[in-house]
């Protein structure tokens, strides 16, 4: 059964571009959480998410950062127009159901460098 | 909102020392903790949790975490570190009406052989 995938693991973007990051859940779950750590700082909970659902937002930024989950493929995280602070490792976690009971399993990260 | 707190960014410690690890949290409600551990070059892992019963949590490798409710703190203990131990250690909160994890900002922990 492969971990959580997420690619590409580095992506250079120049600012103003658009940063897509794909994230595959394991095998059988439909629970996807996404986290930013910006350097020297620990990992922030962004977004939760199920298959076609948003569950909580609330620490996505309020503009240029989306989020999907469709039925079929990988959840995306999208930032547009990016700029310099938006540079950071992403990770995204999978669960069986919503909670945490049953533990969360990481990916090993997407490092989105804005130049 | 909840937070959590870790008290030492960078620790070195020497081979077969003990290490304690701090945390503390901040949330008036019912929580699960949990330390997790980032290897160089690896995906975070899963050190250990507590969600109830004995406040004396024993995980991973060797290492254990008491949770004091009194003291809002959840700290990570090994008696006999080694080398294979450095990495990066994140104390983390859920509080149970919720499904975020909040975590702290990490310790750096580097053992010299």
């Known amino acids: 059964n492969a971990g959580v995938m997420q690619n590409p693991r580095h992506l250079v973007r120049r600012r103003g571009q658009e940063a897509r990051l794909r994230c595959s859940p394991m095998k059988g779950h439909s629970h996807v959480y996404w986290y930013r750590q910006l350097p020297e700082e620990g990992l922030k909970f962004m977004v939760y998410l199920q298959k076609e659902n948003i569950i909580d937002e609330s620490g996505m930024p309020k503009e240029r950062f989306s989020a999907e989950f469709p039925k079929e493929g990988p959840s995306i995280l999208r930032i547009q127009q990016v700029v310099r602070g938006d540079s950071a490792a992403y990770f995204c976690?999978?669960?069986?159901?919503?909670?945490?009971?049953?533990?969360?399993?990481f990916g090993p990260g997407t490092r989105l460098t804005v130049t | 909102a909840q937070s959590v707190s870790q008290h030492n960014h960078h620790v070195i410690l020497s081979e077969a020392a003990s290490l304690e690890l701090g945390c503390n949290y901040s949330?008036?409600?019912?929580?699960?903790l949990f330390w997790y551990v980032q290897y160089p070059g690896q995906h975070l892992q899963l050190l250990l949790k507590y969600f109830s019963g004995d406040p004396l949590v024993k995980g991973i490798k060797g290492f254990e975490a008491e949770f004091i409710k009194s003291k809002f703190s959840f700290n990570l203990r090994k008696p006999s570190v080694q080398w294979s131990d450095t990495a990066e250690y994140f104390c983390?909160?859920?509080?149970?009406?919720?499904?975020?994890?909040?975590f702290g900002k990490g310790t750096r922990l580097h053992i010299l052989p």
């Open positions: 983390a909160v859920n509080a149970r009406r919720d499904d975020k994890i909040i």
């Open positions: 976690a999978s669960s069986p159901e919503g909670q945490v009971l049953r533990k969360q399993y």
């Open positions: 949330y008036g409600g019912t929580v699960n």
